[in-house]
């Protein structure tokens, strides 16, 4: 109580003070209000208890929450006015709190807050069966920090943010089955920190609407089983979401919506970092929801450092979708992908309306589908949106999929009808085709696909089909399996989805293709045309030098490589063993024909970062030898 009547002390004398100046203004008052004020602002501490019965005409006497007669209740604590600084303490000591919805009535101030939290060491539960909104922050009543509250029960929500609001939300803890979900935040600037959710049954966790602000959930554990989507936003301008462990599951037989939708037509960004997310479905159950889905807006997008894993064979949609976004960077996450279908994408960007820049790197995919694209910029067919993604770019990326012997399968990599596309370094495995670029007889004047390692494509693991100019340089091909599809290497080819517009001028340089017989290392379709040179063609199983098929003339044979030199290709051309480190390990050794036998096409560096000094290799790694190796770190050139 003493420190209580001793800011009225400073308060009295702050008033006097002010009041001889306003009389006396050459009088000189040695007195700072700096000092006083947040004497003032200190605030007080106050208790509530379910069964509290101190009045808030005498809230003063909620001092201890010992007893009913020292703690508010929160019909009576709805009725109080607080000031910033204060600190309402809730207890456990009188039982869950039920019945009354907890209404702060007064804003804090931006460097000093109002905060309602726990009774040190107790666990208040805030059950909300039968109302609307557990705790309900009106419009205006900014600067509330809410802490280590938790709550249960079935309202409607848990925490309605009703309006405008500047606040934040540290470790609460949601279970319970609200209808609608954890928090509906209308126009918040909000920031969440170790958010905690279990034993949690809804349409969806957090839910922004109508907000034009900045608002952040950072840590925290989240166990639920949604009917809707996660996190959704309807109208919000930037939302970060960080450092979340989020298993989501079914609800009541449905099934889960996005883990993060947002369907809002503001500027701004979306930062999706640092998650891991796994995404359960009901055995022999589909579902239509992307895991990330973002649909409108004119937004900075940034998913990165994800852990994604859905083991589900029922997940029929993408991991990551975004649409219509101007800048959008997908890079460093991890996926794991159980879906088996014929169709669809794990990460898929595309523009139908705004002109976009796409950057898709360094993520780990793992998927079991067998059909559909694993990544895609763009689209399939052609749309008002071509060209819109102009420029993307898709790099390091390590995808896996099936080993296929039957024709099923999907392409690893698509850019679809986007020119100027750049596809490097990505090691790929399995698959119907490697890489696919697909487009409407648009010029490529940047761009292209260089230094990529495809292994056991069962057709095409590069694919050029429609489009004009397109460099395919220093790439590794494998294809180990006999019995696959007829083509295996390189196909340049007519577009079918478009008035089977050709592939023409397409470059093919300093390539390995090490294949199975029996298929088509390269194939070039009537009316199509490309410049080959600097390639290694090896053939495993040893009955030809190469196999290839140019509109309807084939070589194969003991005079196939004679007569492809002959024919233009590959002048500078070997047809020998690359020498791989071994099955799986596509670097050269010593001795490797490969080297220095590639022709300069403006790399500078290779697969693995290394410097090209000298001339080129050929394939996606340049030799590396140990005295080499140990010259170029002392900065020697050779």
Sequence with gaps: MAAYNLRY???????????????FPDLILDFDSEILLPVWAMGGTYYVRHDGTVTAANKANATSPASADTSLSIAQHNLCIFKAGDTIYLSSQGGDFSGTTLSPTRSGASDNYITYTNVPGEIPWLDGTGLTSTVNVAAGKHYLNLVNLSFKGTPTQHIAYAGTHIGTLQNPHFTGAPTYGAIKANNPTLTITDLNVSEFASDKIVCWESTTNTNTITGGTVVAALSGRAFQTDVSASIAITGLTATISTNAGNEPGSFFYANTDYAGTFNITNNNITYNLTAGAASDAHIINILKGTRTVNVTGNS?????????????????????????????????????FVIDVTATTIASSANISSN????????????????????????????ATIANNTIT??????????????????????????????????IVIKGNGDEYTSGGVFQNVIAESYHDSMYAKGQKNVPFYNNTIYISLSGMGLNGGMYIGENADSANVAATGILVKN????????RYTVQIRPDCTGTLDNNLYFMLSGESSIYAKVGETVYQGASAWTDWQTAGYDANGVNADPLFRSATDYRLKAGSPAINAGTDVGLTTDFLGNDI?????????????????MLMRLGVGF
């Design 9 to 23: 002390i400073y308060l009295a004398v702050f008033v006097c003070l002010n009041i001889v100046k306003a009389y």
């Design 364 to 391: 780990i995919i793992t998927s079991q589908q067998v059909g559909g694209v694993v990544v895609i910029v763009g689209t399939d067919t052609s749309s008002a949106g071509d060209n819109l993604l102009d420029g």
């Design 613 to 629: 000094r000298g001339l080129p290799d050929i394939g996606a790694y340049k030799f590396q030898s140990v005295a080499g190796g």
């Design 308 to 344: 994604i894993v859905c083991d589900s064979t029922g997940q029929t949609q993408s991991a990551i979708h975004v649409v219509n976004q101007p800048v959008v960077n997908i890079t460093g996450n991890n996926i794991t992908y159980g879906k088996t279908g014929t169709s669809g």
């Design 401 to 434: 999929t099936p080993v296929v012997t039957d024709g099923l399968g999907a392409h690893l990599i698509e850019c679809g009808y986007n020119k100027n596309c750049t596809a490097s370094r990505n090691y790929l495995t399995g698959g119907r085709h490697g």
């Design 511 to 518: 390539n390995i293709f090490v294949m199975h017989g029996g």
